[in-house]
């Protein structure tokens, strides 16, 4: 498991943490690019899967302490986290307690999409029935994606599992967003549709100093080339102009991004020359716990 990884953003304060790891099929994960050059990039086991992270971000706004992400969901049983290379347990809960936080000190909790591999701590067992894993969180979403988690069809319901859903939102804990929205000072917000319609990505802006939590928009930093685009993505084609318009936004404002499954390192930052994209891995410090 990646260790806790600490940085400043101005007046914020970012812990990059790990709720372990996630295999998927590499051709899926690739699009239309063939396997010879994908697989370059990404080693695939013998059962063709790739090796991919789960990146929550902690961060620290004054007094607050939010959450983007709430991991994988566990719950379906052994069976199911075989199929994915999941390990039992949530490091994500045990490295919030190493950094001396508890799931009740957690009073944001931003998604970027509600597909079971972001929201999986939404909800953990308590006493035979199923209960907010963060008791004292509002969970930020945008109002098309919980309408579509709710609602899921033929292509989508794999994605969506209503135990990590339906509990908050019959509780009326989840606070839907239409659009682009500020939702404490420098912290945004923005819509991001293709991956499906309803995903968001998070902007943070302090003192200068700019980040980005890119969700499934690019989820690795070898996936960064325009067309590298999953097959996972409902509406690919909305993909490609949501990446060339946050490209452009990213690179011009010197955004540091956080790739939401990296399995390496996760930071990094935009470069163009003349083949297109690419990505520059970003320094990142150890926390101390």
């Known amino acids: ?51 991919l992270g789960l990146n929550p971000l902690l961060l620290r706004i004054g007094e607050r302490y939010v959450l983007i992400e709430t991991g994988i969901d566990r719950k379906p049983g052994e069976k199911f986290r075989q199929l994915y290379g999941l390990s039992p347990t949530h490091p994500l809960l045990a490295q919030l307690r190493l950094l001396g936080v508890e799931p009740e000190d957690i009073s944001l909790v931003v998604h970027t999409h509600l597909h079971f591999d972001h929201c999986g701590l939404n909800t953990c067992w308590a006493e035979g029935r199923l209960v907010p894993t963060f008791p004292k969180a509002r969970h930020v979403v945008q109002k098309q994606e919980l309408h579509d988690a709710l609602h899921p069809h033929e292509r989508s319901r794999a994605s969506y599992r209503v135990e990590n859903v339906e509990p908050l939102a019959e509780q009326g804990r989840f606070e839907l967003v239409e659009g682009e929205a500020e939702l404490l000072p420098g912290l945004w917000v923005r819509p991001a549709p293709g991956h499906n319609l ?80 690419t990505a520059v891995i970003e320094p990142l410090e150890n926390a101390e716990v």
């Open 1 to 51: 498991m990646r260790p806790i990884l600490y940085r400043r953003l101005g007046l914020f304060e970012l812990w990059v943490l790990s709720d372990g790891e996630l295999w998927l099929d590499g051709g899926s994960m690739f699009g239309i690019v063939p396997r010879p050059l994908w697989a370059k990039l990404a080693t695939p086991d013998e059962q063709n899967r790739i090796r």
């Open 198 to 277: 309803g995903m968001q990505v998070v902007e943070l802006e302090s003192e200068g100093q700019r980040l980005a939590y890119t969700a499934d928009l690019v989820a690795l930093r070898c996936q960064t080339p325009l067309l590298y685009i999953p097959a996972f993505d409902l509406y690919p084609m909305t993909s490609l102009e949501s990446r060339k318009r946050f490209y452009s936004r990213w690179l011009e404002g010197d955004f540091l991004l956080c790739y939401a499954h990296e399995p390496g390192h996760p930071l990094g930052r935009l470069a163009q020359d003349e083949r297109g994209y």
